[in-house]
């Protein structure tokens, strides 16, 4: 027999046998955690059929199911959570990468991924969430990876949203923009860059302050408040830019509801009607369901874009499930705010 042979086979008849005591403990251990991980589960789920606007609840709920890897009922807790709340970058970051982590690579699965991005996006304005979602349509859509017209077209149509929606974040704007126009030099881009330079030293203060993250909380809202009127009484601020601040103080401190509050009061006077207007009402409702000032300014903003009744029945009746307890307490607080006592 060949050494080399010899060798092995003295090492198998010298290892000691597998320790059926071990195997026995570690599959017992494995029953004990799935079953107490059930219960903790069923659990969680008690919960929220008797709350379903809890957030920790479901934030609990979905952290289980990660661990359990259990992806379909995952994906329907993440839905259901979705359907309630806004989820900040960071919830959607994770959700996309789990899917992506089962991607099968049909395009029906890049297709849902794309969906996840355009409403994560939707939820809270986040630079690093756009440049994610570009790469990944980059490198997983066969009509932009393969550079066809087509591709080519909704490329380029993806990155001007992108700079358009988050364009003016003036901490991260260079990024953006470097990604779209990667290494082009030509004197109207150098003269752009130095114009946006020269607008971001005039904040450059504010920004040191706000993107401080040592910084307590309390103290960091200040400063946003602070840089919220500083372009407010700009003259030649715009809206835009107010708005873009409006969604970084948001998504840095979603827990505010004064914020949300001053939010669409400013939207209320500056642009009064339109889809912007609508969607942070939507995203407030659903951030702070029980406050009945932010449903009652939702419906006044809604009658001046002339939404349909099936509209205004449909956000009434959200109103009514979630914060007030008679149709009487509805109609105070709406004819409040429609005699301007409630500004």
């Known amino acids: ?60 709920y979905i952290k289980l199911l990660r661990n359990m890897d259990n992806i379909e009922k995952l994906r329907s807790a993440r839905e259901a959570m979705s359907e309630l709340f806004p989820l900040s970058p960071a919830r959607w970051q994770e959700w996309i990468e789990d899917e992506l982590s089962h991607d099968t690579g049909l395009q029906d699965s890049f297709s849902s991924i794309e969906k996840l991005y355009e409403r994560a996006v939707f939820d809270y304005m986040s630079v690093s969430l756009w440049c994610d ?99 407010e009484n700009l003259s030649s601020g715009t809206p835009a830019r107010v708005q873009v601040l409006y969604e970084r ?18 939207l209320d006077k500056k642009l009064k009607v339109g889809s912007v207007v609508s969607n942070v009402y939507l995203r407030a409702t659903k951030s702070y369901p029980w406050v009945g000032e932010l449903w009652v300014r939702y419906l006044l903003s809604m009658e001046r874009s002339h939404a349909s009744e099936e509209e205004l029945a449909e956000i009434f009746d959200k109103s009514l499930q979630c914060t007030f307890s008679t149709q009487a307490a509805f109609g105070s607080e709406t004819k409040t705010k429609r005699l301007g006592l409630g500004d």
């Open 1 to 60: 027999m060949p050494k080399a042979l010899q060798e092995g086979d003295s090492a198998l008849k010298s290892s000691p046998e597998p320790n059926k005591h071990e195997e026995l403990e570690a599959l017992v251990s494995d029953s004990i955690n799935e079953a107490q991980q059930n219960q903790q589960l069923q659990a969680k789920e008690a919960e929220l059929a008797d709350n379903p606007y809890s957030y920790d609840s479901h934030s609990q």
């Open 133 to 231: 979602y570009i790469n990944v349509v980059r490198k997983l859509d066969p009509i932009v990876e393969q550079r066809l017209p087509a591709g080519i077209t909704k490329a380029r149509d993806l990155f001007e949203t992108a700079l358009t929606t988050a364009g003016l974040h003036v901490a991260e704007e260079y990024k953006t923009w470097e990604e779209k126009q990667g290494s082009v030099q030509d004197p109207n881009v150098l003269w752009a860059y130095q114009k946006a330079l020269e607008m971001y030293n005039a904040r450059v203060h504010f920004e040191e302050h706000v993107t401080r993250l040592d910084s307590p909380d309390p103290e960091r809202l200040q400063h946003y408040l602070s840089y919220l009127e500083f372009e």
């Open 249 to 266: 103080a948001i998504t840095d401190f979603p827990t505010s509801p004064d914020l949300w509050l001053d939010y669409i009061r400013y």
